[in-house]
């Protein structure tokens, strides 16, 4: 009972957080700021709604490319692949996490590159695919 009631919790707690973010992201002006807010969008709600994170990856991604932020299209396909291994999509992630990790390299993010391949392993191990994990 009590794990349930601090689960919930926690959820209330993101769930505003998304909440804030989507009203910072309304009033947003510069396209950078933007962003921004809707990486952020996508990494809080894989832990509420999966389709919504996806949701804002692709947003998140079509922004970044249309004003050229690797790092950004980066974090886009990085949350993408985060959201899908939630989905159970695990191919689909690994996937992502790849070509989160070329746009990591073009924009010179060694954590963001360390970060995707953290999420990529987790999903080879999700796979039962040690090795690959591993590597």
Known sequence: MILSVFLFSIQLLVAGDADSLKLLLGKAEKDSTKLRLLNQLSGKYYNINVDSSILYAGKAFELAKR????????????????????????????????????YYKKAKDEKGVLDAYISMGQAWMERGKYPEAIE
């Open 67 to 102: 004003i050229g932020d690797y790092g950004g299209m980066g974090d886009a396909c990085s949350n993408l692949g985060d959201a899908l291994f939630y989905k159970g999509k695990v191919e689909e992630a690994i996937s992502e996490q790849k070509k989160a990790i070329e």
